[in-house]
Structures are given as C-alpha cells and as structure tokens.
C-alpha cells in the first residue's frame, strides 16, 4: 500500500471514531470538514518516508503517528484561522471552519482534533508499548510547550519575535517531529532525524511565504498577502525573493545531507531533492532572476 | 507524601515545562494563571485513592494521570469561559483567563495545556511502558470523541440535548476516566472502576447545578445563575431541589457500591462517603426539607 493511501485511510478510520453513534453530529461533520478532502499531506509524507527508510517493522504504530501529525496540523489550521488570530474566511479553497460551522464548533473541532491525535497513538501503541512514550514524546513536544507550534503561535501576543525562533516553531518543529516519530515508530535511534524535520520544515515555511507574497488567493486556496496584511514575519521580506529561493535550496540540501546512515538512506534523499524540485516552480525562480 | 502535595509537584513540573527559558513569556504566564491557585482537584485526588486502593507500585505513573486529568480539566474551563461559550468575566474568584490575558492567550493556554496533559504522560511511560497505552486511551478518551468532555459541550451546539448524556459527558467522563486511570496506572484490572467515577461525577455534577441555582457569585468564585442565564440543562430545574439532593446521594452511594474488590476497598468506600456528606452542606439540606 503507498503511503498517501495508508494517510487517507488512517485518517478516515480516525474521524469515524467521532462519527460514531452518540457523537454530536455537527461536531463529527466539522471534525470532518477540517481533515478532508486531503491537502499535501506533507508531514504525515515525511513520516511515513522516515519509517521506511528505517525499516518500518511496526507500521501500525508509524501510520499512527503520520494520521496523529496531520490531525494536529489540521487542528492548528482550524485555530489559527479563528476570528482572534488571522479571521481567515477561506482555507484550502472553502470556507474556514468557523465560517462555515460557527466559531464555538471551530474552537471544539481544533480541541478534538488535537485529542483525536492521541487518542489514535493509544491505541496503536500495543503493537511496541516500549516505543510509545518516545512516539508520544516527541509528536507531544512539536505541538506543546515550551517550543511547539502552539508555542510559535503564541509569539503573536508578544512585543517582538525573532523570525527563524517563529518559524521553526509554527512548522518546522512538526515537521521535526514527522521526522523523529517516523523513525522511533520503527525503532531507530533518534540520530539526526529531528534536524533532517526541521530544516525540511523551514523549507516549507519559506516556499509558503514565497506563495504568500507572489501567488494569487485563488492559486493558494486560502487568502494571499496575509502576513504583510497581520504584519507577521515573512522571509521575502526579510531576504528578498532571490534571497529567499536561495535559502529554500540551501535549506533542502541541508535536509538531505542530515539523512543519518540507514536501510534507504539514499532513496530518502533523492525523495527529499525532488519535493525541493516542487517547491521551486519554475516562475517563481524566473521571477527572481 | 499525601495525595494534593503529590498532585501540586506534579502540577508545579508540568508548568515548569512552559516556563523554560525560550517559551513565549505571556503564554507560560496564561498556563499557569489556569492551573493556579488550587481549584478543589477533586478529579486528580480520585485518581490517586484510585491507585492507592489498587496498590499504587507506579507512582510516577498514577502521578501524571491525575496531573493530566487536571491540566484537561483547567484546559477545559479556560476554552468553556471564552465570549463564543459562557463568556465568564470571572473562573475561581479571578478574572477570567481570556479577561486577564486576551482572546488569543485564553485560546492558545486552552490548547497548551491540552497537549501538556499526553507530554506529561509521555514523560512517565518509562516506569511501566506496557501500561502507557491503556492509561493514554482512558485518559484521551474522557476529553475528545465521541463521548468526552469536547463532545458534551459540543452538545451545546445542538438543537437538541439530553441532560444525562450531556452532564455524563462535560463532567462524568473525566471522573470515570480519574478512576479508570488510576486503577491501570496501578496494573489493575478495568473492572467496575469507571462506573465508580461515572457515578461521582454525575453527583459532583448535581452538586455544582445546586450551587449554580442557589449560591451567591461570591460564594461560587464565578458568576451563579449561568445555567438559567444560558437556558442549559440542570437538575434543580429539572428534578427540583429536593430531588436534586436525594439524586446526589444515591449517586454516591452507587459509586461506594461499584467499588470492587481491591486492597483499599473499605478506605476508598470510606472516602466517598466523606465526600458525598461535604458536598451535601447542612444548609442546603435543611433549605429543601
């Protein structure tokens, strides 16, 4: 079975547990409408992809810590878009969950998502009970105190933010996670997975910021122009956009030169140049020249 | 060491994870405005009798399982008292977090402390890594779907709501779930033990709609009167008062009875009943005769 397919259906068999008979459906269907249909699924990607590399001889366990990632990411989403952070009326091409559910059932549907993401490594944690807690630990670390992606977002209420501490945790510390949990789901030691995450994430972080100042609202699904709109740090306007695409490769070669020795060392690698290869459209770099 | 000095280190540790230096400021400052001073920890301190009545040979374990049920618990009220919900001024005879810190911090401490609670269970898997996943899964889901505490205040979202499957959610999950946590957390078997805590969170429950209905704010801490104010379900207006109280008692002479067997059975029976006649205060006894 290919990864995206293990996502999709990880994923599904997550969000049925809040269908299930008794559950408040309108609390069920925003749950849904957050998590499908499908966006990149990047980071669940990235896991998954790690966990081969390593072997992945207890994939319950690496397909619960994939679906557990997305549905945080998904729940931050949710949140952030809520009328007291960004008021976004649109994400991935529909209305935001607030606007389309209320804002009581936005803040509900993030809180049991989060949960959700737990709740589903309990339950594959019988397949390798001593890799739980280092599973746990790690996906539990991305999204919390003191430098998870709630933490990132937090930097909003204060009086000054550095941007790379900002965006390192706002992304790349769940991207860090996909990285470490994948490993640790199949047994391998910590290594460089965390660093390999976390310069992929600040890849990512860049080409969005990059989309954010170039693309169009219709191209992104969601509003453009939205961190200079908020005032928030974004690396095109810190280095420029050539400044930025250079940062953006130099960051995935990083990422690719972190892949610690191991079973699909290489395959990890040549993975890791082609998704850099995607994030850098040919317009954009033409752009920039 | 007796059970609240246990709970309040726990407590203390866990919040100094958001304190560390690196985390934003203000948000380590909302997190522990939530979680401190004491609120009664009623639901930690059952989870410890719990394990004590079991054995208690993972301390650590039973430990975090009460301070996570607590963090969920305090997480719950700062997301409950947000404008879109009751939109409290005040929570424990204080300002309301989202009063004191702002929309935003009341949303991001609410998911903080969420994800603090499975940090913190990570973070004491090692003592017993075989228990981990059912202490998790018991834990997990007493807050998310479909039937936690998220649920049953997503029921307020609806057009429709069933007083006992509405309060078993909001409040009997997380005692059943205190009961059920501890018992695992000692090695126990699941036996009758959240039946145990679902029957003393529904009293606790009933206690708190006949304080709600007949105390003042200044007795409560927070304002009175919010489920008449609210048009929500609660037993004085739907049993009476005196049906209220008769419903209390047998609540926990039901929750005395489901004890099973165990080495502190008769103590932990004890202590139900010392708690049931402190919640029954002399005055509202005689003012429904």
């Known amino acids: 079975m290919d990864a995206v397919t293990r996502i999709e259906r990880t994923l599904t068999e997550a969000v049925d547990l809040a269908a299930q008979r008794g559950c408040p459906p309108r609390l069920a269907e925003a749950m849904r409408y957050a998590v499908f249909p499908r966006g990149a699924r990047v980071r669940p990607r990235l896991c998954l992809a790690v966990a081969a590399a390593c072997g992945d001889d207890r994939s319950p366990l690496a397909d619960s810590a994939a679906a557990a990632i997305e549905l945080l990411h998904c729940a931050s989403l949710v949140h952030d878009d809520l009328p007291c952070f960004d008021d ?99 047994g391998a030691p910590a290594a460089t997975w965390q660093l390999v995450g976390e310069r992929l994430g600040e890849a990512y972080q860049v080409a969005d910021d990059i989309s954010d100042a170039v693309a169009s609202d219709e191209a992104l699904g969601k509003p453009a122009g939205q961190d200079a709109a908020h005032g928030r740090p974004n690396a095109v306007e810190t280095f420029g956009l050539g400044g930025a695409l250079r940062r953006l490769e130099r960051l995935a070669a990083e990422a690719a030169a972190a892949v610690p020795p191991c079973p699909g060392q290489a395959a990890l690698q040549g993975l890791i140049r082609q998704e850099a290869e995607r994030l850098l459209p040919k317009r954009f770099t033409a752009a920039a020249a």
């Open 88 to 186: 976004a009326a649109t994400r991935r091409g529909k209305p935001s969950l607030h606007v389309a559910f209320g804002e009581p059932l936005a803040v509900l549907a993030g809180d049991a998502l989060i949960v959700l993401a737990f709740q589903l490594l309990a339950r594959s944690g019988r397949v390798a009970p001593e890799r739980l807690g280092p599973v746990l630990m790690a996906v539990g670390d991305s999204v919390g105190v003191p430098h998870g992606i709630v933490a990132g977002q937090a930097w909003e209420c204060e009086p000054s933010t550095d941007l790379s501490v900002y965006q390192q945790e706002k992304t790349g510390s769940l991207f860090a996670s996909a990285a470490l949990a994948g490993a640790l789901s199949a």
